[in-house]
T-cell receptor, first 115, second 117 residues
Framework: AQSVTQLGSHVSVSEGALVLLRCNYS??????LFWYVQYPNQGLQLLLK??????LVKGINGFEAEFKKSETSFHLTKPSAHMSDAAEYFC?????????????FGGGTRVLVKP | DTEVTQTPKHLVMGMTNKKSLKCEQH?????MYWYKQKAKKPPELMFV???????INESVPSRFSPECPNSSLLNLHLHALQPEDSALYLC????????????????FGPGTRLTVL
């Protein structure tokens, strides 16, 4: 069964510091992985996705993620945090079902940015 | 345009009421989804429509009834809900929800915040 685990439900960073959000996947087949961001009282917005074309994936708002098969990881990073990065971040994997696809989400990581 | 719209933004209903949530997209997508999100939790899939046919029902109670009148619209009819059904209901769409669309990006609407009294 395909699943993702996010390590750390809360992360606190100072403005200008590195943001690192951890996601590990479990999959017996090549996974298709996604990072979404959710700002307060809003829906989810796609940050980036991994579809096996390149192991380093660049997304919106300066975020990027690196797929590491040996570590079964897809960690999200941003070199310099902005106050506007305060949000909930979800890692997700696309799961094959006979009737179609579904996204399975990790538990989420809430990012707090300190001035 | 990658916009998915949902109405209403907020909804308060009693346990005996009947109400509907609406979702619309004009991206030409053929797959649409309903998710339920409780506070401080990730979204949980409820239903998937692919080419206007219900393809996935994640064992959702019958008090939730989805409907896909056409490829752009998705409704969720609510009846006899319980207080524990209070949550953010998110709609999403993607180009192709079939097993061949593993790399499909799902685009989410802003959600309807539902409170059941």
């Amino acid at each position: 069964a395909q699943s993702v685990t996010q390590l750390g439900s809360h992360v606190s960073v100072s403005e200008g510091a590195l943001v690192l959000l951890r996601c590990n996947y479990s999959s017996s087949v090549p996974p298709y992985l996604f990072w979404y961001v959710q700002y307060p009282n809003q829906g989810l917005q796609l940050l980036l996705k991994y579809t096996s074309a390149a192991t380093l994936v660049k997304g919106i708002n300066g975020f990027e993620a690196e797929f590491k098969k040996s570590e079964t990881s897809f960690h999200l990073t941003k070199p310099s945090a902005h106050m506007s990065d305060a949000a909930e971040y979800f890692c997700a994997v696309s799961v094959i079902k006979a009737a179609g696809n579904k996204l399975t989400f990790g538990g989420g990581t809430r990012v707090l940015v300190k001035p | 345009d990658t916009e998915v719209t949902q109405t209403p933004k907020h909804l308060v209903m009693g346990m005996t009421n009947k109400k509907s949530l609406k979702c619309e997209q004009h991206m030409g997508h053929r797959a649409m989804y309903w998710y339920k999100q409780k506070a401080k939790k990730p979204p949980e899939l409820m239903f998937v429509y692919s080419y206007e046919k219900l393809s996935i029902n994640e064992s959702v109670p019958s008090r939730f009834s989805p409907e896909c009148p056409n490829s752009s619209l998705l409704n969720l009819h609510l009846h006899a809900l319980q207080p524990e059904d209070s949550a953010l209901y998110l709609c999403a769409s993607s180009q192709d929800g079939t097993s061949g669309g593993l790399t499909d990006t799902q685009y989410f609407g802003p959600g309807t915040r539902l409170t059941v009294l």
